[in-house]
Nanobody
Framework: QVQLVESGGGLVQPGGSLRLSCAAS????????MSWYRQAPEKQRELVAR???????NYADSVKGRFTISRDNAKNTVYLQMNSLKPEDTAVYYC?????????????WGQGTQVTVSS
């Protein structure tokens, strides 16, 4: 059974930092591309950051220079370090694992963790 379990969300003041973690089980973690998405109320889910299985990273323009995605294949965990947080970063953050096989894409989602940036 595949599980992606996010942790590390919470309430933080503007300018503060949080580190999200996503622990994966039931998959061969190292072959998956890992991403963080977020969804604010009444908005579509959007890609925040992605790290490929080879370690290449991509970021949404809105978080470049503030967020850092990383992975530890030995721990089957992906992280999102979020610095200089802004109120507009408030959202539910979801972990995503994805890989492409000859038979199609395998995609898995976590349950989400709430991040609230407010004074």
């Amino acid at each position: 059974q595949v599980q992606l379990v996010e942790s590390g969300g919470g309430l933080v003041q503007p300018g503060g930092s949080l580190r999200l973690s996503c622990a994966a089980s039931g998959i061969t973690f190292s072959v998956y591309h890992m991403s963080w998405y977020r969804q604010a109320p009444e908005k579509q889910r959007e890609l925040v950051a992605r790290i490929s299985r080879s370690g290449t990273t991509n970021y949404a323009d809105s978080v470049k220079g503030r967020f850092t995605i990383s992975r530890d294949n030995a721990k089957n965990t992906v992280y999102l370090q979020m610095n200089s947080l802004k109120p507009e970063d408030t959202a539910v953050y979801y972990c995503n694992a994805e890989r492409t096989t000859p038979w199609g894409a395998n995609t898995h989602w976590g349950q989400g963790t709430q991040v609230t940036v407010s004074s």
